[in-house]
């Protein structure tokens, strides 16, 4: 238990009565500066404080290196382990003696200078009071966490008796992702070693400055990836056997692999028990789970192996180099959150190159009608919930649930008017009366194909299914140089129309006559000639 006393603050020109034997070093440490080793060595090594005071000879830095679980992610580019070299590195240079420790993140709380200090003192069996220990903190609301304990405060970066104000080191490694070579001066030398041995550079650059992974990895903050993986895993046997006569042993790839269900079940086929599987998924819930899956002995095939990485960032495979590639409902985003066509005939172009002669990608996810421009009529019921009349343009600022409990409320209608008002792609629609209106066919099925999924509606309505055609899917893979294998074909999903969309809904011409549900899924099975 930690007693609460009045902080002091460290700064330039205090007089130190009581030297620590610790210095607590709290943060993310993905680059380490030049100005941290002469502030800290003066600090802790020395023997004196920045402004002259006494500190204490060979005091220990314990740093806490936070976020230790997450890598490849904007706010966390560099994995723990190449942080806590940097920093190993970084102490013996300047001649520091340090521990460090790692701290997983956690949900945000008022105790986490509480849960870090367990955190040490379990890794190291060192229990950190204010009575010997200084937090270098120049974070204020993280110094403020730790201030609350009674812990006295040296304010590094952010001290106000400095004569000029350092560059913090994120605003360096931000040089670095901006291509500005000044970074190298700034860093210190340990960091510049470690991340050119690493090529830890490029990897920063790929990830900050990416257009499409968010903070902390994945396409969207609002997805409930909890649902996401139930929802995956329940269809990975179905998709599994729609696609495992068409997959070449060798080198396996799945992009965009979820928490792993498919390659569950490809580890489990006996023809493929010497190929290498490999998962890549950009979204870090789901590499995670990949992980832990792995680790805890799911896979028998010891050839598996799973990368966090976002494919439109770069290659990760060498040309000719993979057998098959699969990708599941993958697409679509691509084709969503990026440039549309652009984007998709990119990612096209990187898979064709990274595959073998004779190889194959296949793909499997939702697809739009061939004529999707085409108007009709679509007849919605409005006894099944409220008619409010108007949509709401405030969900944003709902919570999760109170979304889901809110669109869920809604008449099917009703929810067509919320689709229209939250879709990232918009469209317009003639209200005839009667639960009737009037819009093109390819919006109809965008609508009447995402309508249930509450759970992630703020997701859900930021991705397009009907973007593309199957004739249009393959002109795209033809200009990308594939050839198309004749078991690939525009597939309606019955399932879904007979209880997801007929019970609700009726389509017919402007006419009135009635038109048959279009296709909403593809089976796309693209091979790179031999002869490539």
């Not at 609301?141 to 590094?156: D, H, M, S, T, W």
């Not at 952010?158 to 670095?176: I, K």
């Not at 870090?284 to 990949?290: A, D, N, V, W």
């Not at 006559?513 to 099975?525: E, F, I, S």
Request: hydrophobic residues 40%.
């Amino acid at each position: 238990m930690i007693e609460n006393r009045r902080p002091a603050r460290y700064a330039m020109g205090d007089d130190i009565n009581s030297p620590p034997r610790f210095v607590l070093f709290p943060g993310r440490h993905h680059l380490l500066t030049r100005f941290q080793a002469d502030y800290l060595h003066r600090l802790a090594a020395a023997g004196e404080a920045p402004g002259g005071g006494t500190v204490g000879s060979g005091a220990t830095i314990v740093w806490a290196v936070t976020s230790a679980n997450h890598d490849n992610t904007r706010r966390n580019p560099v994995p723990y382990h190449r942080r806590e070299a940097a920093i190993e590195r970084f102490s013996l240079l300047s001649g520091l003696r340090s521990l460090v420790v790692p701290i997983f993140d956690t949900a945000p709380t008022d105790a986490f200078a509480e849960v870090t200090l367990k955190s040490i003192a379990v890794a190291t069996g060192i229990d950190l009071t204010p009575a010997d220990t200084v937090v270098a903190c120049s974070t204020p609301e993280v110094a403020k966490l730790y201030e609350r304990l009674g812990f006295p405060i040296a304010p590094v970066e952010a001290d106000p008796q400095l004569r000029t104000v350092p560059e913090r080191p994120w605003d360096v490694l931000l040089r670095l992702a901006a291509g500005d070579e000044s970074w190298r001066k700034l860093a210190h030398p340990a960091t510049v070693d470690v991340f050119e041995r690493y090529r830890l550079a490029e990897t920063v650059r790929t990830v900050v400055e990416d257009p499409l992974v968010g903070d902390e990895g994945g396409l969207t903050a609002t997805r409930d990836y909890r649902t996401y993986v139930e929802a995956f895993a329940g269809a990975a046997e179905r998709k599994w056997s729609a696609v495992r006569q068409h997959v070449r042993p060798g080198r396996i790839v799945d992009i965009g692999c979820g928490a792993g269900a498919v390659l569950e079940l490809a580890d489990r086929e006996p023809g493929l028990h010497e190929s290498d599987l490999i998962g890549v998924e950009v979204a870090r819930h789901l590499y995670s789970e990949c992980v832990h899956k792995k680790a805890q002995g799911v896979f028998r095939n010891a050839n598996v192996y799973f990368y966090q990485r976002n494919v439109l960032g770069g290659a990760i495979f060498a040309d000719r180099s993979v057998d098959t590639t699969l990708t599941f409902a993958l697409t679509h985003e691509i084709w969503s959150y990026g440039r549309q066509r652009e984007s998709l005939l990119r990612f096209a172009r990187r898979i064709f190159d990274h595959t073998a002669p004779g190889g194959v990608w296949i793909n499997s996810d939702v697809c739009g009608p061939d004529d999707r421009r085409r108007p009709v009529s679509l007849r919605l019921v409005t006894d099944d919930g409220n008619n409010p009349g108007e949509p709401r343009r405030d969900l944003s600022e709902l919570t999760s649930g109170e979304v889901k409990r809110y669109v869920e409320s809604l008449s099917t209608r009703a929810r067509l008017d919320q689709f229209a008002a939250d879709f990232a792609f918009p469209f317009t629609f003639e209200d005839l009366g009667d639960g009737t209106v009037r819009l093109e066919l390819g919006a109809a099925m965008d609508f009447l194909t995402r309508k249930d999924y509450v759970d992630n509606w703020l997701s859900e309505t930021r991705e397009q299914f009907c973007g593309l055609s199957f004739a249009e899917w393959t002109e795209l893979l033809t200009e990308a140089g594939f050839e198309l294998d004749p078991a690939s074909a525009p597939i309606r999903n019955d399932w879904v129309v007979d209880n997801r969309i007929a019970p609700v809904a009726t389509l017919t011409d402007p006419e009135g006559r009635p038109l048959d549900w279009p296709t909403t899924h593809l089976l796309a099975v693209a091979r790179r000639p031999r002869n490539s």
